[in-house]
């Protein structure tokens, strides 16, 4: 089992293009499964981790409702904002500058075949890294992602999850609120979820701003320990 992990700091990407480059990760650790199986060989399949900034965006999961988005098509370009239909599950996400996006592209067979464990270690990837700002964040039962005062009047999400995973190989994955301008969250019903809040990390710490960089490096300590991973850096992709 390989479980280096390749790392890749996109910066301020389109997300149509971080979804292409997905993609063509996603379908070169596939082929390389599927020619293992054929010829019984063991070539080792690569694992990737990008972290990446989008522009302004809106994306619908598979069962998602297009009723969630609140805005028409010209409100949204007044607004500077994109939308896409995309395949991962869950229901309508945000995305945008002042988040901290990463998407794991692993085999889950150099690390385990199960899809919620995947999904409970990210949780706690980033809950663990929450509770090094003093914030006590938790999981919502029945609700994927990362939220603080669950079970409360003040429930508030501050961090969105939403996986696919073919052949036991994972793409797209989290959205963490760092210094996340929250009025774009008004604009949609939020995972279809109408009654609770959105909230950034900036907002429960009272910063104008917090370290991007730093909240990175938090995170991906806790990721290597949970999924028992050697990280190496690759070059930035232009």
Known sequence: MNKKVILQDLGLKDYKETWDYQEELFQEIVDQ??????????????????FVEHPHVYTLGKSGNMDNLLVNEAQLKAKEASFYKINRGGDITYHGPGQIVGYPILDLDNFFTDIHKYLRLLEEMVILTLAEYGLKCERSEGETGVWLDV?????????????????WVTMHGF??????????FDLMIPCGIKDKAVTSLNVELGQKTVDMNEVKGKLLKHFEHLFEAELSQAKVVS
Do not use: W
């Not at 009047?153 to 052949?167: D, Q, T, Y």
């Open 33 to 50: 499964k599927i020619q293992n199986r054929r010829n019984g060989t063991q070539e080792p399949t690569q694992n990737h981790f990008l």
């Open 151 to 167: 079970g409360t009047p003040f429930a508030r999400k501050i961090c969105a999850m939403g996986v696919r995973a073919s052949r």
């Open 175 to 184: 959205a963490l609120n760092v210094n996340a301008d929250l009025g774009y």
